[in-house]
Nanobody, 127 residues
Framework: VQLQASGGGLVQAGGSLRLSCAAS????????MGWFRQAPGREREFVAA????????YYADSVKGRFTISRDNAKNTVYLQMNSLKPEDTAVYYC?????????????????????WGQGTQVTVSS
């Protein structure tokens, strides 16, 4: 599976961005997906996850209520809608796909659970 993330950019605090992650594989519906981010000098951290069919989602406490993860399996694409952005959201955002194993409704917050990674897209939030 190849993943292509897009939609990053520069936005003022309080603004919104929507990230997209397009997967190359037609069996994308088999993959639980996640978004992670990494700021300079910091470790990669979990942001949000979605189950294979999209029925289950899970968020980091730092983004809960502001970010929404969703997927369109017909388009092989997962999205991350980011609202009320804060300067501390500044990071490179990565999408990730898990292999076909695991529960249909399961979500995964550890980067160790994912098998495929996109190239990352930069999000910068100015104060």
């Amino acid at each position: 599976v190849q993943l292509q993330a897009s939609g990053g950019g520069l936005v003022q605090a309080g603004g919104s961005l929507r990230l997209s992650c397009a997967a190359s594989q037609r069996t994308f519906v088999s993959n639980a997906m996640g978004w992670f981010r990494q700021a300079p000098g910091r470790e990669r951290e979990f942001v949000a996850a979605i189950s294979r069919g999209g029925e289950s989602t899970y968020y980091a406490d730092s983004v809960k209520g502001r970010f929404t993860i969703s997927r369109d399996n017909a388009k092989n694409t997962v999205y991350l809608q980011m609202n009320s952005l804060k300067p501390e959201d500044t990071a490179v955002y990565y999408c990730a796909a898990r292999g076909g194993s695991g529960g249909y409704y399961s979500t995964y917050a550890s980067h160790l659970e994912y098998d495929y990674w996109g190239q990352g897209t930069q999000v910068t939030v100015s104060s």
